[in-house]
T-cell receptor
Framework: NAGVTQTPKFQVLKTGQSMTLQCAQDMNHNSMYWYRQDPGMGLRLIYYSASEGTTDKGEVPNGYNVSRLNKREFSLRLESAAPSQTSVYFC????????????FGPGTRLTVL | KQEVTQIPAALSVPEGENLVLNCSFTDSAIYNLQWFRQDPGKGLTSLLLIQSSQREQTSGRLNASLDKSSGRSTLYIAASQPGDSATYLCAARTGTASKLTFGTGTRLQVTL
């Protein structure tokens, strides 16, 4: 099992450009999450999908959109990138139920100039 | 709103020492608390998950404890090794959507 995979690993954008970060998991998990990690801020939840067909906002959703394409895949889109979105983005997944652990992908390091 | 704090932000210890990392949270209505390890430039690796009904959980040289009433968890690392050098993050799961709230981590360096 590959676990949680993310593409790309690195990306540089200019202000105003758009891009989609891809995430896939092969553990048949119901729930998937997108976080961003910034120095001194910890990981903050952007959006999550509790199950296929549903998405909800997290703590910092502004400037982002998501799509739960199917049970395996959950993408994060930046429509018009801003320098404040320079960060490391992590995707995670978890089996349903309140008592299961969350598994993380390797991250995408995004720089917006 | 749940807030999670980890102190200290950084810690340096000599090899072989036993050490304790601290995690505190403000809302005791948690489902569980998860400890992660993060190596520089890498993703998060789950170390231990301790349920709200448990007092402690062990994996090898690692032992995590949970005291919900005081809003605290500790991660005990026995006989530390240079390979243990990393950032350790704790995260509390609360709420109906079972979202994780993370602390900002403790950066551990184990020296020879």
């Amino acid at each position: 099992n590959a676990g949680v995979t993310q593409t790309p690993k690195f990306q540089v954008l200019k202000t105003g450009q758009s891009m989609t970060l891809q995430c896939a998991q092969d553990m048949n998990h119901n729930s998937m999450y997108w976080y961003r990690q910034d120095p001194g801020m910890g990981l903050r939840l952007i959006y999550y999908s509790a199950s296929e067909g549903t998405t909800d906002k997290g703590e910092v959703p502004n400037g982002y959109n998501v799509s739960r394409l199917n049970k395996r895949e959950f993408s994060l889109r930046l429509e018009s990138a801003a320098p404040s979105q320079t960060s490391v983005y992590f995707c995670a997944s978890r089996q349903g139920g309140s008592y299961n652990e969350q598994f993380f992908g390797p991250g995408t390091r995004l720089t917006v100039l | 709103k749940q807030e999670v704090t980890q102190i200290p932000a950084a810690l340096s210890v000599p090899e072989g020492e036993n050490l304790v990392l601290n995690c505190s949270f403000t809302d005791s209505a948690i489902y569980n608390l998860q400890w992660f390890r993060q190596d520089p430039g890498k993703g998060l690796t789950s170390l231990l998950l301790i349920q709200s009904s448990q007092r402690e959980q062990t994996s090898g040289r690692l032992n995590a404890s949970l005291d919900k009433s005081s809003g605290r968890s500790t991660l005990y690392i026995a006989a530390s090794q240079p390979g243990d050098s990393a950032t350790y993050l704790c995260a509390a799961r609360t709420g109906t959507a079972s979202k994780l709230t993370f602390g900002t981590g403790t950066r551990l360096q184990v020296t020879l």
